[in-house]
């Protein structure tokens, strides 16, 4: 077949990209350098940025959001570290996101570490708002970020961000871009957890979501295939389409070592790429996100260079 009768999945498409190299929301620093390696990695002959314009897309690298850094070290009893630098800077990628939405473009987001996707789902959130339309959203994800400051026994926002986005603790992360929820339940899908703490489970089961969450069990009963088609059945219920967030650590620790929160018993290779070759078949996700790849963690590169591969799959490379 020639390239001219070739189907480029990304034809008459616009992607902006854009870095939220924060890493402060976690215990484990590093993931906030995971936004330069991922976008400057060279894999397969070319960088990130290559590969998606191969893939037909027009893109636009955006830059990096600015971030807002603490000067001090958060006290170990905080059970909100860093919460005013955190929320200052999500206020920066939520305008930023919707500025590439306004742009008539699908974000690609970069993320630090997973307290950024209260930013990031915000500006999504805040976007189709305005549109009249809600939005769902498929969680990727070893835990379930679904903690408040109440629940949690760390006081580190990135085990935070999906309860607040659901409209759970503390207000003014609740309340950013001035409304709440950012996201109705019936629209969320969580799939791949496999640690979670006891509130988090609490919290799932009074939400009537123990159906929107597809655990590694699940995945292992029945399979990543009829997980995913599931939760894409799910999220996509909201008349806005959904938006999707991958954190690394969904991935088992042998196939993605560079990421600070490793959980034995997660997702391999290949599932994690078929998930998002599923859900970029549905043609119904409004943006991507990437987070908690730590380049300081890994090892040879490899999950750095697989944080870019899923990327692709997520914009609809496929293997043939």
């Not at 037909?56 to 570290?81: C, H, S």
């Not at 008349?239 to 959980?263: C, M, N």
Request: net charge negative.
């Amino acid at each position: 077949m020639s390239l001219e009768n070739y189907d480029f999945p990304g034809k008459g498409k616009k992607v902006g990209i854009i870095g939220v190299p924060l890493g402060f929301g976690a215990e484990q620093k590093g993931s906030e350098l995971g936004v330069t390696a991922m976008r400057l990695a060279e894999f397969r002959g070319s960088s990130l940025i290559g590969h998606i314009a191969e893939l037909g897309y027009q893109v636009r690298d955006y830059g990096d959001v600015e971030i807002v850094k603490p000067d001090y070290v958060a006290e170990k009893e905080d059970n909100l570290k860093y919460l005013s630098e955190i929320l200052a800077s999500s206020n920066n990628s939520a305008n930023s996101v919707k500025q590439i939405l306004q742009d008539d473009a699908f974000p690609v987001i970069l993320g630090g570490d997973h307290s950024v996707a209260l930013g990031t789902f915000s500006g999504v959130s805040s976007y189709f708002r305005e549109q009249e339309k809600e939005i769902g959203l498929i969680w990727l994800d070893a835990h379930a970020d679904i903690n408040t400051h109440e629940t949690s026994g760390s006081g580190n926002i990135h085990g935070m961000p999906l309860a607040a986005l659901l409209g759970y603790g503390d207000p003014s992360m609740v309340n950013l871009e001035g409304f709440a929820p950012k996201l109705n339940p019936k629209f969320c899908a969580h799939v791949g957890a496999r640690d979670l703490d006891l509130g988090e489970k609490r919290r799932i089961r009074e939400l009537g979501m123990r159906g929107n969450f597809f655990t590694m069990s699940d995945i292992d009963r029945h399979g990543m295939l009829a997980c995913v088609e599931d939760a894409v059945k799910i999220a996509s219920q909201a008349s806005g389409g959904f938006a999707v967030t991958f954190d690394v650590d969904i991935i088992d620790p042998r196939f993605a070592p560079g990421s600070g929160t490793l959980v034995r018993g997660g997702i391999t290779y290949r599932e994690a790429h078929l998930a998002l070759e599923i859900i970029a078949e549905r043609g119904e996700m409004r943006s991507f996100e990437m987070v908690e790849v730590n380049p300081l963690l890994d090892k040879s590169n490899i999950t750095v260079e697989l944080a870019g591969e899923l990327v692709l799959s997520a914009l609809g490379k496929t293997i043939l």
